[in-house]
């Protein structure tokens, strides 16, 4: 009995998880990702610069900008080794390889959007001009890190993954006689040329796909041909079995003699046929 209940225990610990281990999850640094503008509250000889830093989806700092839209100026650092710690509110973000100590210490906002904290040290952003100052600053939070919410695209374009894509991707591509383009490649005029579609099925656009048939031109068929004598008005089956949920090859093959039928073969008749009878039953 000890023994089982010992087994039960490690089998719930397996399966439930134990209780002193962090919850699974993304880190929570996560929650950093995004593009948040960062505003110097005393910008000093930066003055006029309007800087950025991307966060990716741990969290973690992947990207400082500066752009300086009196005259377009623009200094852009890439970060690959930066580590990003949330605990509770307050976080840290290290710069281990840049000389000095480039370290920001800060508070994350209740709604999680902006933080304000100071930077130990002034980050060279690559272009002396362009340099994050140290001291206090405050980052807001401009977009949740989907590419596509600082990209406006034009007429007929849309964003994707962060790039404006034509929304049709034939219209600006011109193909050579004979071809046609379909999602944006030039591919022969007539798909179903070399394609052989088993029976009742027909070539669409290069892709077998049932026959749709018509329950009018059946239920014609069905009359035209004395159906009726031998599987009922309504084929409902009489002398002949009921033809209520039959399918179209059986039909085809009935009729065309490639199954023996006591009713004899059908001059002339086509999967199409086949097809519109089936719609026909199908509709009764
Ligand atoms: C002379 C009577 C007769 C006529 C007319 C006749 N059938 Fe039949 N049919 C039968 C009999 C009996 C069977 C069952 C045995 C067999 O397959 O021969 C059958 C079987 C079938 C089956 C196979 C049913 C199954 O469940 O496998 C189909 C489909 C069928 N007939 C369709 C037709 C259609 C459509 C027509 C009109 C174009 C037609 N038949 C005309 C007597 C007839």
Request: proline share 7%; charged share 25%; hydrophobic share 30%.
């Amino acid at each position: 009995m000890r023994k089982m209940s010992t087994v039960l225990m490690l089998g719930c610990l397996f399966v439930c998880g134990c209780p002193f281990m962090p919850p699974p999850g993304p880190p929570p640094a996560a929650v950093l990702e995004g593009t948040w503008s960062v505003i110097p509250e005393d910008p000093g000889e930066f003055e006029g610069w309007e800087y950025e830093a991307k966060f990716n989806s741990n969290g973690d700092l992947v990207e400082l900008s500066g752009v300086r839209p009196e005259d377009g100026a623009t200094a852009r650092l890439t970060i690959d080794d930066a580590t990003t710690e949330l605990e509770g509110s307050d976080v840290v973000i290290t710069l281990p390889d840049l000389t000095g100590a480039r370290v920001f210490e800060g508070t994350l906002s209740d709604d999680q959007n902006t933080m304000t904290g100071s930077v130990t040290d002034q980050i060279d952003l690559g272009d002396l001009e362009a340099s994050l100052p140290g001291g206090e600053l405050t980052f807001e939070r401009i977009t949740n890190g989907d590419p596509c919410d600082d990209v406006t695209c034009e007429v007929g374009e849309s964003c994707v993954d962060g790039e404006c894509i034509p929304d049709d991707p034939c219209a600006d591509v011109t193909c050579d006689p004979g071809t046609v383009c379909v999602d944006g490649e030039c591919v022969p005029e007539d798909l179903c040329a070399d394609v052989t579609c088993p029976t009742c099925e027909t070539c669409v656009d290069g892709v077998c796909e049932p026959l749709q048939g018509d329950p009018v031109a059946g239920d014609a068929f069905y009359a035209a041909n004395s159906c009726a004598a031998c599987h009922g008005d309504n084929a409902e089956g009489a002398f002949g079995p009921s033809l209520i949920g039959t399918d179209c090859i059986t039909n085809y093959n009935e009729l065309s003699g490639i199954e023996e039928h006591t009713g004899g073969t059908v001059d002339g008749v086509t999967e199409q046929d086949a097809a519109d009878l089936v719609a026909w039953y199908d509709s009764l």
